[in-house]
């Protein structure tokens, strides 16, 4: 008896604990990608562990993630668990919108510090505060064809820099199955993570690239590239699996995932590859990925969080996931299990853990990390630098990256200036208001006329009504329309960045510093640059074959219409991705079919999208392509209104085709041309799609776009205030080109009518 009640003691308080939790509302977790569609497995077995708890889970893709956990932050309604990429974790504490869990971690018997790697715990702490738990983790390491390094001298892989050069320098000497020459390993051009690989083995920060360890690093990366033994342009596109079974790449450094689907693409090379810890100098380190889970601030659930967070940290747990998901444990002690025995690939990801770290846990890294990789795609593309000058290059890199880390703090400021502001516009518009009503009736009663006295009797009964018929479309407008045009615009005005977008008296008012820094933004000019040729060539282009394809299709004697206008449209109901899949495999450097026809033509190939000075031509193509059938329709619908009359008494007079295409079409179409002219110009002064699908804007910014550049700053950067910025450049630029248009309109379109 006394036993029993000694028990029922014990339990009161997980009873009342479990009570409170479940009187507070189920627990809200979300989780990304494949993750989010598993992690209710996981809900389920801590359901069972603590009856009257209920969880409910959401799986958000990856492409989505950021910007819905930024809007549900902003929005006050965060979960009260959520998976969080590491290098997402300092934004979201700049935010102020994570729990620190330092006091609970150091009491928790599954969650202690010392339970993580060390390179996957760093991930989580920002500023010296634990502001979560790693989940899972995956780390690089250095997949070999064993059979090829086995037959250049090497049984066993290369073990520091110097066996890593050797090994790829003898690699690149051998051919490929398939008669082609071969590189010794895949490195990427634009690739910092990659790159942090032999900073931080060389002892280097990656926040310092002036320092002599970190221009070492970059002097041994680099080589590889320039002694040819890693690809450049050449290896744009390329199939990896394809090119590691014929030797072509023998050597990529890549994650856990990598493993099986190797198994699956290449069954039939199976004991022919394998996997190893990376080469290194000081150290052999490799970069620590994966997610966390993280507490939201806002959540009312805050211990029940926490024992979840401390339920996925247990190590049977956490062996249990990666039967699941396959995803690398996060415990150094889930490593032990016996799972792991008959694993011995695997198992060199867990070696590798022990020696690994990840990128500074800072708000400006996505911003970092784009500079960095902006200033090795120079350097790589560019073989003519020489040390001078790559030092140079990093000396200025050092530079950005300090600027970049000062300007985006808060700054103490007043929004005094801005009231000042307000007031004399607010003032300038009633005195031009009231001016030009006093004209108005000036110039009425010197005409004689007079102003008849406003009677409200008479409004009503005539006006009232009609104006309350408007009032439903006005409201519609000024919601959707003119309040964010007017907020956008006080947002160019201000600092607005990731600082700031959760606290809103952090944002400063500065004026027009943005469109000052946009003036002197390189960047911005090379955007805007781009933007005008892919405009001033791509229209003709487009306007041209449409008119061509429609004036073709519109002839009498071609049959089968139907079938070609579906056939030549199709391409604008076509998403882009499936366009840019298509268009990547016909610009394959290797395999492509337009360097197919060159090399049958006895021309030289070309890397068409890797290139700096055919990449923009590149995408002019495709987007001629894509987007030609619908002007090519709008122009159909134009010749059918042209009378047949017209043709026949040209014909009669013997007139040519080109003189009736002359002087007949083109003033018959005169009004749709100006229409297809101004809606085509406006459509390719906004190109985003392409480059964004196709080349994010590389190689050295050749196919960045206004739009591009700004959604890098608003989405990517949060640098809200600038982007904001930058979009009422785009607005000015297509208000002259439409202005122009229309001045066009009322000269030379009306003459061709």
Not at 77 to 89: A, E, H, K
Not at 511 to 517: L, M
Not at 590 to 597: K, P, T
Not at 645 to 673: C, K, V
Request: charged share 20%; net charge positive; aromatic share 14%.
């Amino acid at each position: 008896m006394m036993r029993r009640r000694a028990l029922t003691l014990a339990a009161l308080p997980l009873a009342v604990w479990v009570g409170r939790a479940a009187a507070e509302g189920p627990l809200v977790v979300w989780a990304m990608g494949e993750e989010g569609k598993k992690i209710a497995q996981m809900a389920r077995r801590f359901e069972a562990l603590h009856p009257g708890v209920r969880i409910e889970t959401q799986a958000v893709p990856w492409e989505a993630a950021h910007a819905k956990l930024l809007t549900s932050v902003v929005g006050g309604i965060p979960p009260d668990v959520s998976q969080l990429g590491t290098t997402w974790m300092a934004e979201f504490a700049a935010m102020g919108a994570l729990e620190p869990v330092d006091a609970r971690a150091d009491g928790s018997a599954f969650a202690r510090r010392d339970a993580f790697f060390p390179g996957a715990l760093q991930t989580c702490l920002v500023d010296g505060v634990l502001y979560g738990l790693p989940w899972y983790v995956d780390t690089r390491v250095l997949f070999y064809r064993k059979d090829l390094l086995a037959e250049v001298g090497f049984p066993n892989p290369p073990k520091d820099w110097a066996e890593l050069r050797t090994a790829a320098r003898r690699l690149a000497e051998q051919r490929t199955s398939d008669g082609k020459k071969a590189y010794g390993i895949a490195l990427g051009a634009r690739s910092w993570n990659e790159l942090l690989l032999a900073v931080w083995q060389n002892g280097g920060d990656p926040l310092k690239p002036a320092s002599a360890e970190f221009a070492e690093a970059v002097d041994h990366y680099i080589g590889f590239f320039r002694e040819g033994l890693s690809p450049t342009k050449e290896a744009a596109d390329m199939n990896l699996f394809h090119a590691f079974k014929t030797g072509y790449l023998p050597m990529f450094i890549s994650g856990p995932w990598m493993v099986e689907l190797t198994r699956k693409e290449l069954p039939d090379m199976t004991g022919r590859w394998g996997v190893a810890v990376l080469p290194g100098k000081k150290t052999r380190t490799s970069f620590v990925g994966g997610s966390n889970l993280v507490i939201f601030k806002e959540s009312k659930n805050k211990d029940l969080a926490w024992k979840f967070l401390e339920f996925m940290s247990e190590p049977a747990n956490q062996v249990e996931w990666m039967r699941i998901t396959t995803d690398l444990p996060s415990t150094t002690k889930a490593w032990q299990d016996p799972y792991f025995a008959d694993k011995p690939l695997i198992r060199v990801f867990g070696q590798q853990m022990f020696d690994t770290a990840s990128p500074p846990t800072i708000p400006e890294w996505e911003q970092v990390a784009n500079a960095i990789d902006d200033a090795m795609e120079k350097i790589v593309l560019d073989p003519a630098l020489g040390e001078k000058d790559i030092a140079a290059s990093l000396a200025d890199l050092q530079a950005r990256i300090l600027k970049l880390q000062t300007d985006s703090h808060w700054k103490p400021g007043t929004w005094r200036a801005f009231w000042w502001w307000f007031g004399a516009l607010a003032f300038l518009a009633v005195v031009g208001f009231g001016l030009r009503w006093f004209l108005k009736l000036r110039l009425h009663r010197l005409n004689g006329g007079e102003e008849p006295p406003f009677r409200w009797g008479d409004f009503r009964q005539r006006d009232l009504v009609g104006y309350l018929f408007t009032v439903p479309a006005l409201v519609l407008l000024v919601t959707f329309l003119f309040v964010p045009i007017a907020v956008s615009f006080l947002m160019s005005l201000t600092d607005l960045n990731i600082f700031s977008i959760n606290e809103w008296r952090k944002i400063q008012f500065i004026g027009i510093e943005n469109y000052a820094r946009i003036v002197q933004d390189p960047v911005f000019w090379r955007a805007l640059w781009n933007t005008l040729y892919f405009t001033g060539v791509g229209v003709p282009l487009t306007i041209g074959v449409s008119l061509l394809a429609a004036v073709a299709l519109n002839q009498k004697f071609i049959r089968g219409k139907r079938f070609y206008r579906i056939a030549l449209f199709s391409p604008q109901v076509t998403t882009i991705v499936a366009v840019a899949v298509v268009w990547r495999w016909m610009y394959n450097f290797e395999y492509g079919f337009l360097n197919w026809v060159l090399s049958t033509l006895g021309l030289g190939r070309l890397s068409w999208i890797a290139d700096p000075h055919t990449s923009l031509p590149s995408l002019i193509l495709m987007a001629v392509w894509k987007n030609f059938g619908y002007n090519m329709v709008i122009f159909l619908a134009g010749l059918q209104t042209i009378p047949e009359s017209q043709y026949e008494a040209a014909r009669i007079d013997g007139a040519s085709g080109w003189q009736s295409f002359r002087y007949i079409t083109i003033p018959g179409l005169a009004p749709t041309l100006l229409f297809v002219l101004i809606m085509t110009t406006i459509g390719y002064l906004q190109f985003f799609a392409e480059p964004y699908v196709m080349t994010k804007g590389g190689p050295l910014d050749s196919t960045m776009s206004i739009v591009l550049y700004m959604y890098n700053h608003g989405f990517r950067f949060f640098n809200l205030g600038y982007a904001s910025a930058i979009s009422y450049a785009l607005f000015g630029l297509i208000f002259a080109f439409t202005f122009v248009q229309m001045r066009l309109k009322k000269t030379g379109f009306e003459a061709l009518g």
